[in-house]
Every structure is written in structure tokens, then in C-alpha cells.
């Protein structure tokens, strides 16, 4: 289907709000958690593990079923399925914010990430859908940049929330922003599916991607423990299996003609190495800023505001640019920079002062997270069919909140937390300065990808036979 509203028209701009309100929503509940973890894990006496657990168990459930989400939004109606996932979202936070004990949050966290599954997919799937085509890349641009702030915000938000109130609250609060979207989806956005979908719904692919990604995850978490070997065995022969089925199926959940487009699958690539650096770096370092140099959970969100900022006022030229000269430029270097601020910030601990020791290292890593996030999702979309726009936009949200699990679930036990180690600076510190370079190392190999993968790349508007060759379907893989 393609779309026909104007992006600067009223119609226009209330699609974007509900999907910028609705991605921020789950966005906000994938880092906004990260600054409460230490009064959280007080309040409920709670382990590193069960810690890991309260990220993990949401990012599990989004990982695991954000393809279903997109193939149901696909199959059933984009807006319906996303309206059914905010509503679901914020039951689930009421249920988080009235959690008692570590294993009745991480089990309210496990149902909240399927509503996250169903919403987020549908955001951007609903932009393709619904808005014209002249108007898409700008559109999404904006929305990268608002969702980017969204995310960016969410530190400084919930420090604010734990400082001053009860760090429940940052779940309570989804409930009155789930309603606003809701509204506005109703009265805005336009239904659409995709005309050709197909008559059966590949439930076996759906149970295998879960089972492999929900036992995989497990085994990382619990490393060293006598369950660690059986579930990492499970999880890869389970996903071993899961492509497959989806080499077989006659309607498969994840067509893997999708991964002949050469930017599709080297922006996804790309993804899982620096969406993994990501997640793994604003776990430890919100952390290690309220352990070991002493800052209080507002203080700490506070500290990353320079991401905020430099997302509001950068974005849609970012945006601008890739449109002009290709993806390729900026995928490659912005990881490095991200990379460099990552290393800057190795360096905090006891006694760092913000000035000197925190700001510039967020200022690096910041410029680097403007310069890939709009390109990098403009891509994904841009190679895919517009009929498959939810899956398109599935498969690259599972990518990404794969590779944060991952690192996520890993990085504590590779780096030799366990226990209540953070409750030690001095212990937290050693393995905060290992755990960094790893994800520094993350975004230079993910940097080095996209410079690579995606040579030859034109920008959107050069002549068809500059573009890579692909042989998927009714697209060149330019993204634009």
C-alpha cells in the first residue's frame, strides 16, 4: 500500500507524534530502568542476576516476539495491532509498578516486553505505510531523531523519578502517555496491511525464534551454573532450526530473500555489533557512575543530557546528509566515534569529576550516535518491499534488542560480576573499565562493517544502474 498523506500536513503530524509517542514509550522502558537498578535492587534485595534479569526479562520478550509483532501488524492491520500493544504495554507497567519482590517484576517485565513486541514494529511500518512516498525520508528521519531523544531522555527522566519519588513510578507513568497514543492512533493514523499476505501464519518459525533466543539468553545469564550448557545448547539448535523452517516454509515468518539485498543485511549486521556496545554501555556506565563515583540516580541521568541535546539539534540534519551522499560515510565513522567516546568514559570511577572526566566522553559518543541512527533505519526500510515494511522494521528491532540481550546477559559474567558485586566500587570498577572495551571494540568492528559492506553504495536519486545488484524483489536496496 502506498502512502498518501503529506508528512507537514495535520494528518501527517499526528502520525508522527502517536509513533514517536508510542516507540518512545517502549524506548524509555529499555533504558529508562538502567538508572534505577541500584535503589531498585536495594529496595527489593535483589542480586546482580536478578538485576540483569529486570533488563533482560523485557528485552527477552521484545527480542523473541518483535517479529510476530511485525508479521501480525502486516497480516491483521499495522494500526490495530499497534493500539492493541500500547494497551497491553501499559497494563503490564501497572503490574511492574506494583511488584513486590524481584521475581514479580522480572515476571511483569517478561509481559511488558510483548506488548513492546507489538508496538514497535508498527511504529515505522505505520510511516511506510501511510505516508507518501517523497516524504518518507524526511519523515523518518524525524522520527529517528524524536525516538533518539526519547531514548536518550529516558536516564534523565527516571533519575529525576528515583530521586524524587519512587522508582515504581517510571512504570506507573506509562499509563497516561498510553492513552494520549491510543487517541491519536485512532483519530489519525489510517489501517493498512499487506494486500499479498499470505493465507498461513508460520507458527513454527514463531516458537522456534523464541525458544532460541529465550534459552540462549538464559544460559549467558546464568554462566557457570550447571543450566548454562543445556540452555545454550537449546537455544542454538533452536535457531539452527528456526532458518530452516524459514528456508522451507511456504509462508514464512521471515522471508530470507530479504537478506540477498546487500544493505539489508550488512545494515542489520551492523546492528547487532553496535546495538549490543549500546545496551551493554548505558547498563555499566549509569551504573558505575552512581557505584563508584558517587553520583545520585538524578545525577547520574543528568550526566546524559549531551545525548539528548545533540539528538534534538542534529538529527534531521544527519538525516539530510545521508540523503545527499548515501548511508555508507555515516555508518562507518559514526561507530568510531561512538567507540572513542566509550573509551573516554573507561575512565570514570571514584573521584571523576563531570566537567573533565564525564562530559567530553558523552559528547563524542553522543555525535556518533546522530550520525548513524536516522541512516541506519532509513536503510533497513529503504530495502525492503513496502508490503513488508513491518517485517522489514521487525527484523532490525530484533536485531538490535538481540544484540543488547546478548551483551547485556554476557558482559557481567565475562568480566567477573556476579553476586552482589555492585555494591563494591572498587570490584564493580575493575570489571566496569574490561566490560568498556569490549564495547569499544564492539563499535569499531561494527564501523568497519558498514564501511565495507556497503561500498558502492549511491545516495537516493542516483541512476538505477550505479546501484547495487540484488535480487530481491521490487526494490534496488538504495536506501532513500
Known amino acids: 500500500m502506498n502512502g498518501q498523506i503529506a508528512a507537514r500536513s495535520p494528518q501527517g503530524r499526528g502520525v508522527l507524534v502517536a509513533t514517536v509517542l508510542g516507540s518512545a514509550m517502549a524506548m524509555l522502558d529499555g533504558t529508562v530502568v538502567n538508572v534505577a537498578l541500584r535503589r531498585l535492587g536495594t529496595d527489593l534485595d535483589a542480586s546482580v542476576s536478578d538485576l540483569q534479569w529486570v533488563v533482560n526479562a523485557y528485552l527477552l520478550t521484545l527480542a523473541s516476539l518483535i517479529l510476530v509483532g511485525g508479521s501480525l501488524g502486516d497480516r491483521f492491520g499495522r494500526r490495530r495491532v499497534y493500539v492493541a500493544g500500547v494497551a497491553w504495554f501499559a497494563l503490564a507497567s501497572l503490574l511492574c509498578a506494583f511488584a513486590q519482590t524481584p521475581g514479580q517484576l522480572i515476571g511483569a517485565r517478561l509481559v511488558q516486553g510483548v506488548g513492546a513486541a507489538l508496538l514497535t514494529p508498527g511504529s515505522l511500518a505505520i510511516i511506510q505505510a501511510s505516508i507518501r512516498a517523497e516524504d518518507r525520508a524526511a519523515m523518518i528521519g524525524r522520527w529517528a531523531g524524536l525516538g533518539g531523544i526519547a531514548a536518550a531522555v529516558g536516564p534523565l527522566l527516571g533519575g529525576w523519578i528515583v530521586e524524587n519519588a519512587s522508582w515504581r513510578w517510571i512504570f506507573a507513568l506509562n499509563v497516561p502517555l498510553a492513552l494520549v497514543v491510543v487517541v491519536l492512533s485512532r483519530r489519525c493514523v489510517p489501517e493498512s496491511c499487506d494486500a499479498q499476505r499470505p ?282
Open 199 to 480: 493465507a498461513r501464519f508460520d507458527l513454527v518459525g514463531a516458537a522456534l525464534a523464541s525458544v532460541g533466543l529465550g534459552a540462549l539468553t538464559y544460559g549467558l545469564i546464568e554462566t557457570g551454573s550447571a543450566a548454562a550448557t543445556p540452555a545454550l545448547a537449546v537455544g542454538a539448535v533452536a535457531l539452527a532450526l528456526f532458518v530452516l523452517q524459514e528456508r522451507r516454509a511456504p509462508s514464512p515468518l521471515v522471508p530470507l530473500r530479504l537478506f540477498a539485498d546487500r544493505v539489508f543485511s550488512v545494515a542489520n549486521a551492523m546492528t547487532l555489533l553496535v546495538y549490543g556496545a549500546l545496551g551493554a554501555m548505558l547498563f555499566f556506565v549509569v551504573l558505575q557512575l552512581q557505584v563508584s563515583a558517587g553520583y545520585s540516580p538524578l545525577q547520574a541521568g543528568v550526566a546524559t543530557v549531551p545525548i539528548t541535546v545533540l539528538m534534538l539539534l542534529l538529527s534531521s540534519r544527519s538525516g539530510a546528509l545521508a540523503a545527499r551522499i548515501g548511508p555508507r560515510w555515516q555508518l562507518s565513522v559514526g561507530p568510531m566515534l561512538c567507540a572513542a567516546g566509550v573509551m573516554l568514559l573507561r575512565e570514570v570511577g571514584a573521584g571523576t569529576s563531570y566537567l573533565l572526566g564525564v562530559l567530553p566522553g558523552m559528547l563524542v559518543f553522543s555525535l556518533g550516535l546522530v550520525a548513524l541512527v536516522t541512516p541506519l533505519t532509513a536503510s533497513v526500510l529503504a530495502a525492503a518491499p513496502d508490503r513488508l515494511a513491518g517485517i522489514a522494521s521487525g527484523v532490525n528491532n530484533a536485531v538490535a534488542r538481540t544484540g543488547s540481550l546478548l551483551a547485556v546477559a554476557a558482559l557481567p559474567a565475562v568480566v567477573g560480576l556476579t553476586g552482589a558485586d555492585y555494591e563494591d566500587p572498587a570490584v564493580f570498577t575493575a570489571g566496569y573499565t574490561d566490560a568498556l572495551l569490549v564495547c569499544s571494540v564492539l563499535l569499531v568492528l561494527g564501523g568497519a562493517v558498514s564501511f565495507v559492506g556497503l561500498r558502492g553504495v549511491p545516495p537516493p536519486g542516483a541512476p538505477a544502474s550505479t546501484a547495487p545488484r540484488s535480487p530481491a524483489p521490487g526494490r534496488s536496496g538504495v536506501p532513500g
